[in-house]
């Protein structure tokens, strides 16, 4: 099993930045595409950002390109998703999660359903 904790969340001004992480401990997350989705009050789980197994590849939402950068460290077995010029439409919880099929089939996955493990979220508040 693989197990996902995020950390990092927490109350920010509009225009501000939060430096979200996530800690993977157990099965071979280093070989794993990690993903970052977020879920708003009353709306679907959507998707963040993404990156592959060394880090060489990375995607991401249109709402926070530009904006968000997701990022790696296989040595610390940690995930980052540094977030830039928030916006109070980012408000959400702010899931980790992790694919564990081979690293060279998940590539970087933009599908829920793809992820095996999930982290139990942090939130992200962004005030006007």
């Known amino acids: 099993q693989v197990q996902l904790v995020e950390s990092g969340g927490g109350l920010v001004q509009s225009g501000g930045s939060l430096r979200l992480s996530c800690a993977a401990s157990?099965?071979?997350?280093?070989?794993?595409?990690m993903g970052w989705f977020r879920q708003a009050p009353g709306k679907e789980r959507e998707f963040v950002a993404a990156?592959?197994?060394?880090?060489?590849?990375?995607s991401y939402a249109d709402s926070v390109k530009g904006r968000f950068t997701i990022s790696r460290d296989n040595a610390k077995n940690t995930v980052h998703l540094q977030m830039n010029s928030l916006k109070p439409e980012d408000t959400a919880v702010y899931y980790c999660?992790?694919?564990?099929?081979?690293?060279?089939?998940?590539?970087?996955?933009?599908?829920?359903?793809?992820?095996?493990?999930w982290g139990p979220g942090t939130q992200v508040t962004v005030s006007l």
């Open positions: 990156i592959n197994w060394n880090g060489g590849r990375t």
């Open positions: 999660a992790a694919d564990n099929r081979p690293y060279s089939i998940a590539g970087v996955t933009t599908r829920l359903n793809e992820y095996d493990y």
């Open positions: 157990g099965g071979t997350a280093s070989r794993y595409t």
